[in-house]
């Protein structure tokens, strides 16, 4: 869950370092995603991981959720 529920996350909130690059290079797609977000709440990291073969100079597309473009809670 983003943010769990430990402690940690109850004082900093949302506040998460991507470690895989800038994830706005991710485009949305909802049925072609080809990687995913893994979470890693005690560390407060994650990862891009692909979900698939992806060829070199493919698109990297990730579902961003049904209410990407709602900025209330996740």
């Not at 485009?27 to 709440?41: A, R, T, Y």
């Not at 073969?53 to 990407?68: A, P, S, T, V």
Request: with cysteine; proline share 4%.
């Amino acid at each position: 869950p983003f943010p769990c529920s430990c402690d940690t996350c109850k004082i900093k909130g949302n506040e998460f370092l991507f470690t895989s690059g800038s994830v706005s290079v991710y485009n949305h797609s909802k049925d072609e995603s080809n990687v995913i977000i893994k979470w890693f709440p005690k560390s407060r990291t994650c990862n891009i991981l692909a979900t698939k073969k992806i060829k070199g100079g493919q698109e990297l597309l990730m579902n961003y959720g049904d209410n990407y473009r709602s900025f209330g809670e996740i």
